[in-house]
Antibody
Framework: QLQLQESGPGLVKPSETLSLTCTVS??????????WGWIRQPPGKGLEWIGS???????YYKPSLKSRVTISVDTSKNQFSLKLSSVTAADTAVYYC????????????????WGQGTLVTVSS | QSALTQPASVSGSPGQSITISCTGT?????????VSWYQQHPGKAPKLMIY???NRPSGVSNRFSGSKSGNTASLTISGLQAEDEADYYC??????????FGGGTKLTVL
């Protein structure tokens, strides 16, 4: 059974860079059928897609976040990572990693496996 | 980049059917058949319930169904059960290789 687990600091200071890692187990991140994505959810609010990456390094980002976001992949560790720079209180959210099917497998632009999420608070 | 429009809340009694709408534009919901629906219980990660407008992943009850007309997609839950009480989110592919979520709908089972 595929499992994803987010890890990283739960508290980040304003203007600094938020860094999270997602470790994939029970399957290979190098699957040709899937991308791997990050989604966030501010407390009490809705879901927001941040971006996704293929094991080969190809990325898609939400346009409004693109200038601050970097998603990278480490196939040797079966991990992918998120960096969000110049954070503010508005970036406080539960951050989820998930497997992203863009249409090569079961369907298009869906997330079928999710991590449990990790709360990141931006505060001094 | 505005979100898709969902009603903030819907409710229904056990055994009844409810429908949640998700309205977008011709650049997302209306232009592609890449609409998904997710169920989220409090404190839990979202769970995929419907993909490609009307397909159910393995293991999802056939009480859940999806459809689309024009720029509006819909999720219908029939035979409501207490366990269906949750937040529901739609998502859609949007032109230029991006994805957008709806604002979410809180379903209350009375």
């Amino acid at each position: 059974q595929l499992q994803l687990q987010e890890s990283g600091p739960g508290l980040v200071k304003p203007s600094e860079t938020l860094s999270l890692t997602c470790t994939v187990s029970g399957g290979s991140i190098s699957s040709s059928s899937y991308y791997w994505g990050w989604i966030r959810q501010p407390p009490g609010k809705g879901l927001e897609w941040i971006g996704s990456i293929y094991y080969g390094g190809s990325t898609y980002y939400k346009p409004s976040l693109k200038s601050r976001v970097t998603i990278s992949v480490d196939t040797s560790k079966n991990q992918f990572s998120l960096k969000l720079s110049s954070v503010t209180a508005a970036d406080t959210a539960v951050y989820y990693c998930a497997r992203h099917d863009l249409g090569a497998a079961a369907g298009g632009w869906l997330f079928d496996y999710w991590g449990q999420g990790t709360l990141v608070t931006v505060s001094s | 980049q505005s979100a898709l429009t969902q009603p903030a809340s819907v409710s229904g009694s056990p055994g009844q059917s409810i429908t949640i709408s998700c309205t977008g534009t011709s650049s997302d919901v209306g232009g592609y058949n890449y609409v998904s629906w997710y169920q989220q219980h409090p404190g839990k990660a979202p769970k995929l319930m419907i993909y490609d407008v009307s397909n159910r992943p393995s293991g999802v009850s056939n009480r859940f169904s999806g459809s689309k007309s024009g720029n509006t997609a819909s999720l219908t839950i029939s035979g409501l059960q207490a366990e269906d009480e949750a937040d529901y989110y739609c998502s859609s592919y949007r032109s230029s290789s991006t994805l957008v979520f709806g604002g979410g709908t809180k379903l209350t089972v009375l």
